[in-house]
């Protein structure tokens, strides 16, 4: 087993140490966003609680992992510096996203998880960075494990074991 780092709700975590494993735990609603450069073999990945930042409550604090419009500008400009790419607009980045699970029965059809996912897809899509596996939705939490040096992303649920999404 190699270096275990634990990624919190609104934390990220960038690296290209191989023997590293990112982990992060408990995706319900919240959405994990691994981003890789395989060529050099640099993860990233952020835990995303939700989709916009200029829902904030004045004088509220949070990091900028925390919400989807200003999670995914910083992981790849983060990625990037790592590898010393010349842009964030970049060929070479994958990603993957999981959780955004519809953990709470609502009237209102909010499905905050939902709109999480969206609201990255619409900004990887702006960045051009492809996407190339995602297990999001259902009503099961999730708990994420990147592989930095295999370049590899676990999903792990309740009452199922663990695989790995292609």
Not at 26 to 33: E, I, N, P, R, W
Not at 58 to 65: I, Q
Not at 81 to 107: D, N, P, V
Request: proline content about 4%; hydrophobic content about 45%.
């Amino acid at each position: 087993m190699g270096n275990l780092k634990v990624v919190g709700i609104g934390e990220w975590l960038v690296s290209n140490n191989q023997e590293d494993l990112i982990r992060t735990y408990a995706l319900g609603s919240c959405v994990a966003l691994v981003v890789q450069h395989l060529p050099t073999r640099t993860s990233g990945l952020v835990h995303i609680a939700l989709p916009d930042s200029f829902r904030l409550a004045p004088g509220t604090v949070r990091e900028e992992g925390y919400y989807a419009d200003t999670a995914v500008p910083m992981l790849l400009e983060e990625i990037r510096q790592k590898t010393g790419l010349y842009s964030a607009i970049t060929i070479g980045m994958i990603a993957k996203l999981a959780g955004g699970a519809q953990m709470m029965r609502m009237k209102n059809n909010y499905h905050i998880g939902e709109r999480i996912v969206q609201k990255i897809l619409t900004l990887l899509q702006r960045y051009q960075v492809p996407v190339a596996a995602m297990d999001v939705g259902g009503e099961l939490s999730r708990t994420v494990t990147v592989a930095v040096g295999r370049g590899e992303m676990f999903v792990a649920s309740p009452g199922k074991k663990e695989r790995l999404l292609k």
